[in-house]
């Protein structure tokens, strides 16, 4: 039993000695860099905001031929298409449902500047009819744009299309429409403002829709000048 006793002693000491070993071979310092203290930045990330310019009876050929300077100068930084699809019904109640709803005449059926829609199905008053909100009611419902308001010469299509904005402005002219934008812009209180210039469509209406018709194209550099500010 001594002899046990003295071998468990001895593993003992072995073990002991070893791991004074691996303690001391811990125990090597190595290099401590100096601490580094970084200012803290501070990001103010501004929140986004969105402005939608409607231009009423001009096409896309036309501005291209005409090529209004302030618009013109846009297009370097810009995305765009000359030879956009049109709807099969064009007018621009179908063009504004489009644009606020992202659906084509077919669905919404608005096919004209009364912004009311067809009674579809059977013809039935009581028909079953689908409603296609526009995307300020989208944006209001989502909560990711507070304030929207909207500008337009337009009252039809501010009472009925563009009604749900928290302020629907009908002014008198494209003139007032610039200058009521420029003092929304100077308050800087909307997310989404939905801007309506509508004398180029009247210009065509009186005188004819081409770049070649003189009253026309001043139309179109006139509200173009209008852009340029509001830019």
Not at 21 to 47: M, S
Not at 134 to 156: D, Y
Request: proline fraction near 4%; aromatic fraction near 8%.
């Amino acid at each position: 039993m001594r002899t046990i006793k003295n071998i468990n002693d001895l593993k003992l000491g072995s073990i002991l000695v070893l791991m004074l070993c691996f303690t001391f071979l811990g125990c090597r310092k190595y290099f401590d860099p100096p601490d580094v203290f970084e200012e803290q930045t501070v990001v103010n990330v501004k929140a986004k905001k969105v402005m939608l310019i409607v231009l009423d009876g001009v096409s896309g050929s036309d501005l291209k031929t005409i090529a209004p300077p302030k618009i013109t100068a846009m297009l370097a930084k810009s995305k765009y298409s000359w030879s956009g699809y049109s709807d099969f019904i064009v007018s621009d109640g179908t063009a504004w449902k489009n644009i606020m709803t992202g659906v084509g005449v077919g669905k919404h059926g608005i096919a004209d500047n009364t912004l009311d829609p067809n009674v579809g199905g059977t013809g039935s008053e009581h028909a079953a009819q689908t409603a296609w909100p526009t995307f300020i009611e989208r944006l209001q419902a989502s909560g990711k744009m507070r304030r929207l308001e909207t500008i337009t010469p337009w009252k039809q299509l501010s009472d009925k299309l563009l009604i749900y904005a928290d302020q629907p402005l009908i002014v008198a002219s494209d003139l007032a429409v610039k200058d009521s934008t420029l003092n929304k812009l100077q308050k800087g209180n909307d997310d989404l403002l939905v801007v309506n210039f509508n004398e180029i469509g009247k210009a065509g209406i009186a005188n004819g829709f081409s770049a070649n018709v003189p009253a026309y194209k001043d139309a179109v550099l006139k509200t173009d000048a209008y852009i340029g500010e509001v830019l």
